[in-house]
């Protein structure tokens, strides 16, 4: 860059150029004030629109990128721990290395298969219209936060604040969409809140992510009666908002395996495993209206494809 | 030729993000992934120095920060890896001072580098989340996902470094950038 010539004069005895301070100094200052927009703007931020842009440029090439890597690695296997790949080692050289490769290829269609007809379960037994997605990217936990994009976007109907599930319960919800994906909160990020009911009582709560995945990946319920005690084993589904956005109600999100009462708060804390394995989040569907037309069929309520 | 050498390292840079999100979860450890734009603005640094890199460093945190599924305050990547950028690059000097006019550095000098590099780039991430209230996990867990993440990108730098290195190093040949 032009930046060369100019320090060429700067040149130290040992051959290294200093720094010079203006650029870091303007960087930092290009930090600074992004971060300053990004954080008094909240959802009307001045940052959006570069977003959007990023996403529509590197959505595309997400989903290539995907697609391309899928067949070889599964996305089942994600945020798998050491052990269960270990495991999954042990068992997979027990087997014939010839069948082997048979078995990788055709046992990843049809569990691709298996989570399509779940997904057309579940928009049955819920009673919504599903846009059927997969997840193309998952954001590193180096930023603390759970996200993924999914590759269906604004084209198919998807908008933000719609639910999103798979065949086993309630996965997140939209908080971004560009034409072809959607970027979507799951519900164990530490800054999602779900309104939930519990068991047979149907008293209401609410639960908060931990802000972790993998097989500790927990959800926190507070419940808003403080003389109710949930019992372990309660089922937990969704409470729903008003107008089914950001979350559509009746949707399983997970059970109870331990409840805390301290004497310091007067409310009972409850740890909820969720149903959904975030370790293996491939097929999922987006909650739209039932009349949407998009650039996909969509799983109707009624079990039918359009 | 110069813009087509900052469209090169862009597109480097680009290619980085992408295999983050895209692939690289496919081996997450506790859904830590390897860093790999941290690394290439290491490389930078190596090759280049630390203004260069702080630049560049810019560019890849704006990409971390503004690509899917990314919903943290804009800035805060682009903040870590200036940073980086400019520390590796100072780490750089030290280095050529020890092996001599305009050296590149070591094997063992680029491992300590990267070590470094990833354990202050996750840092300035989380404290400036910490100072915009924008966290989304505990203190214990976050050390827990740096110390993973510097694992990760040390284990990452024979595959990743020497390559980027050689790139940046034909983009930029040496004898423009050392005059010793």
């Given at each position: 860059?032009?930046?060369?010539?100019?320090?060429?004069?700067?040149?130290?005895?040992?051959?290294?150029?200093?720094?010079?301070?203006?650029?870091?100094?303007?960087?930092?200052?290009?930090?600074?004030?992004?971060?300053?927009?990004?954080?008094?703007?909240?959802?009307?931020?001045?940052?959006?629109?570069?977003?959007?842009?990023?996403?529509?440029?590197?959505?595309?090439?997400?989903?290539?990128?995907?697609?391309?890597?899928?067949?070889?690695?599964g996305l089942s296997e994600l945020f798998r721990s050491r052990d269960s790949l270990r495991d999954e080692v042990d068992r997979l050289e027990q087997e014939n290395a010839d069948l082997r490769s048979k078995v990788a290829a055709?046992?990843?269609?049809?569990?691709?298969?298996?989570?399509?007809?779940?997904?057309?379960?579940?928009?049955?037994?819920?009673?919504?219209?599903?846009?059927?997605?997969?997840?193309?990217?998952?954001?590193?936990?180096?930023?603390?936060?759970?996200?993924?994009?999914?590759?269906?976007?604004?084209?198919?109907?998807?908008?933000?604040?719609?639910?999103?599930?798979?065949?086993?319960?309630?996965?997140?919800?939209v908080i971004r969409a560009t034409r072809t994906t959607a970027t979507v909160l799951l519900i164990l990020d530490g800054e999602s809140v779900v309104g939930g009911r519990i068991g047979v009582s149907r008293e209401l709560g609410?639960?908060?992510?931990?802000?972790?995945?993998?097989?500790?990946?927990?959800?926190?319920?507070?419940?808003?009666?403080?003389?109710?005690?949930?019992?372990?084993?309660?089922?937990?589904?969704?409470?729903?908002?008003?107008?089914?956005?950001?979350?559509?109600?009746?949707?399983?999100?997970?059970?109870?395996?331990?409840?805390?009462?301290?004497?310091?708060?007067?409310?009972?804390?409850?740890?909820?495993?969720?149903?959904?394995?975030?370790?293996?989040?491939?097929?999922?569907?987006?909650?739209?209206?039932?009349?949407?037309?998009?650039?996909?069929?969509?799983?109707?309520?009624?079990?039918?494809?359009? | 030729?110069?813009?087509?050498?900052?469209?090169?390292?862009?597109?480097?840079?680009?290619?980085?993000?992408?295999?983050?999100?895209?692939?690289?979860?496919?081996?997450?450890?506790?859904?830590?992934?390897?860093?790999?734009?941290?690394?290439?603005?290491?490389?930078?640094?190596?090759?280049?120095?630390?203004?260069?890199?702080?630049?560049?460093?810019?560019?890849?945190?704006?990409?971390?920060?503004?690509?899917?599924?990314?919903?943290?305050?804009?800035?805060?990547?682009?903040?870590?890896?200036?940073?980086?950028?400019?520390?590796?690059?100072?780490?750089?000097?030290?280095?050529?001072?020890?092996?001599?006019?305009?050296?590149?550095?070591?094997?063992?000098?680029?491992?300590?580098?990267?070590?470094?590099?990833?354990?202050?780039?996750?840092?300035?991430?989380?404290?400036?989340?910490?100072?915009?209230?924008?966290?989304?996990?505990?203190?214990?867990?976050?050390?827990?996902?740096?110390?993973?993440?510097?694992?990760?990108?040390?284990?990452?730098?024979?595959?990743?470094?020497?390559?980027?290195?050689?790139?940046?190093?034909?983009?930029?040949?040496?004898?423009?950038?050392?005059?010793?």
């Amino acid at each position: 860059m032009g930046l060369r010539r100019s320090g060429l004069d700067r040149e130290r005895r040992d051959g290294v150029r200093r720094p010079r301070l203006s650029v870091l100094a303007a960087l930092l200052l290009a930090c600074a004030v992004l971060m300053a927009l990004d954080y008094r703007g909240g959802q009307s931020s001045p940052v959006e629109p570069a977003r959007r842009v990023m996403g529509e440029a590197l959505g595309p090439v997400e989903s290539a990128t995907a697609s391309g890597v899928r067949p070889f690695a599964g996305l089942s296997e994600l945020f798998r721990s050491r052990d269960s790949l270990r495991d999954e080692v042990d068992r997979l050289e027990q087997e014939n290395a010839d069948l082997r490769s048979k078995v990788a290829a055709s046992g990843f269609d049809r569990s691709r298969l298996e989570q399509l007809e779940g997904l057309t379960r579940a928009a049955t037994t819920w009673g919504y219209a599903l846009a059927p997605a997969r997840v193309i990217a998952l954001g590193p936990s180096q930023s603390f936060k759970r996200t993924v994009t999914i590759d269906a976007g604004t084209d198919a109907g998807v908008r933000p604040d719609q639910t999103v599930l798979c065949s086993d319960g309630l996965v997140g919800r939209v908080i971004r969409a560009t034409r072809t994906t959607a970027t979507v909160l799951l519900i164990l990020d530490g800054e999602s809140v779900v309104g939930g009911r519990i068991g047979v009582s149907r008293e209401l709560g609410f639960l908060r992510g931990r802000g972790e995945v993998g097989e500790a990946g927990r959800l926190d319920l507070e419940l808003v009666d403080h003389a109710v005690t949930p019992s372990e084993g309660d089922a937990v589904v969704s409470w729903g908002s008003e107008g089914g956005a950001p979350y559509v109600e009746r949707i399983p999100i997970g059970r109870v395996t331990e409840v805390y009462s301290s004497p310091r708060e007067t409310a009972k804390r409850a740890v909820i495993e969720p149903y959904v394995d975030f370790s293996a989040l491939d097929v999922v569907g987006v909650v739209v209206p039932d009349d949407t037309e998009g650039d996909r069929s969509l799983v109707r309520a009624d079990g039918g494809v359009r | 030729m110069t813009a087509l050498r900052a469209v090169l390292a862009l597109a480097m840079v680009s290619v980085a993000v992408v295999l983050q999100v895209s692939l690289f979860p496919h081996f997450a450890w506790e859904g830590v992934v390897p860093n790999l734009a941290l690394l290439v603005v290491v490389a930078a640094a190596l090759t280049r120095g630390p203004e260069f890199a702080a630049v560049l460093g810019f560019a890849a945190g704006l990409f971390v920060d503004l690509a899917p599924p990314a919903d943290h305050i804009a800035g805060r990547w682009a903040l870590a890896l200036v940073v980086v950028g400019y520390v590796a690059g100072r780490i750089r000097s030290d280095i050529s001072t020890d092996t001599g006019a305009g050296g590149r550095p070591g094997a063992t000098a680029v491992v300590i580098a990267v070590a470094a590099s990833s354990f202050i780039g996750t840092s300035v991430f989380a404290l400036s989340g910490l100072l915009l209230d924008d966290v989304g996990a505990s203190v214990g867990q976050m050390l827990q996902v740096i110390l993973i993440a510097v694992v990760w990108d040390v284990l990452l730098t024979p595959l990743v470094l020497p390559l980027v290195m050689a790139v940046f190093g034909r983009l930029w040949p040496p004898q423009r950038v050392a005059v010793a």
